[in-house]
């Protein structure tokens, strides 16, 4: 249908700068506004920015610094760390073994149900972690649906150990990692996967020798926000697993714990936390920091 040749001149004016736009902009790409910033989204926007940075810098303002290498040395702090880091790292070994297999099953594979399984699976990203702690104690503990046969045949009891904080660090972890993968999966294409196939190879083989390379920056990117995520957890931990100092006792909890007695070293278990998280949106800087 042919445009009018009558009209308001300046419509006429944005319609022919949105063709140049279509004709040379790349597809995909976002280019950067250039000229002024409006003063009513300028003034939300730097006070979003005071809301998000003001309370970071108030944490390293209020740091003891002069007493900080004694805090930071102390036997409970680094036995929470280590508890920390290993419950962490292992709850991300169980994202890995069960979360790329639950992608790839999203991302390659047309079932009934597809969108209330993807729905489930990100649940836990909205769940108030304390409810997902005791959803964990309904169906793992003692006398959960589950866990009383593990308690009756195998004697396992998870609740109020170390293998409940991994498993409840596990639970609010996942879905970042799966998120990442199947996100990736998506993008990669998939007649790889089939040539290999028609090749000879199996459905598994073609998945672990081409897909899996392929997606392997998006894996690493989801596993290390999973061990983050896993890192910070708390809600889920303490409901679901307690607060036992080198048992269950993460570096979180111990901040909840020194926050009543010690603030001061509460401050400085917190700097230890938020330089992890530095680390690694560090270490993820080409997927969340790129300007282009």
């Keep these: 249908m042919s445009e009018p040749s009558g009209g308001d001149p300046g419509h006429d004016t944005l319609t022919r700068g949105a063709r140049r736009v279509r004709k040379s902009g790349q597809p995909g790409r976002v280019r950067p506004l250039r000229g002024s910033v409006p003063v009513p989204l300028l003034l939300p926007a730097l006070l979003g920015l005071a809301f998000l940075v003001l309370p970071l810098v108030a944490l390293l303002v209020r740091t ?4 900080l290498p004694e805090q930071l040395t102390s036997a409970a702090v680094w036995e929470a760390l280590r508890l920390s880091l290993l419950c962490a790292t292992l709850a991300t070994a169980v994202s890995l073994v069960i979360g790329v297999p639950l992608a790839w099953l999203l991302a390659r594979v047309e079932f009934p149900g597809r969108g ?13 972690p304390v409810v997902g702690g005791v959803a964990l104690l309904m169906a793992l503990g003692r006398n959960g649906v589950v866990g009383q046969w593990l308690d009756d045949w195998f004697g396992v009891t998870l609740p109020f150990t170390t293998a409940g904080v991994v498993i409840a660090e596990a639970f ?12 990736t999966l998506r993008a990669a294409d998939p007649r790889y996967e089939e040539a290999a196939t028609t090749l000879g190879a ?12 392929l997606i ?3 894996v690493a990117a989801g596993a290390v926000l999973a061990w983050a995520r896993a890192l910070g957890e708390f809600g889920a ?3 679901f697993a307690g607060n036992f100092p080198g048992r269950t ?19 400085s278990l917190s700097l230890v936390l938020l330089a992890v998280s530095v680390a690694v949106l560090a270490g993820l800087r080409d997927r969340w920091m790129t300007a282009s």
């Design 237 to 239: 931990t303490i409901t």
């Design 216 to 218: 392997a920056p998006g």
């Design 249 to 267: 006792q993460t570096m979180p909890l111990a901040v909840y714990l020194a926050l009543q007695s010690d603030p001061a070293a509460a401050i």
């Design 116 to 128: 209330l399984v993807r729905a489930l699976v990100t649940l836990p990203l909205v769940l108030p």
């Design 64 to 67: 003891p610094w002069s007493s």
């Design 202 to 213: 199996s459905r598994f083989t073609a998945f672990r020798r081409v897909t899996l390379p």
């Design 172 to 183: 609010v972890a996942m879905p970042f990692l799966v998120i990442s993968v199947e996100g």
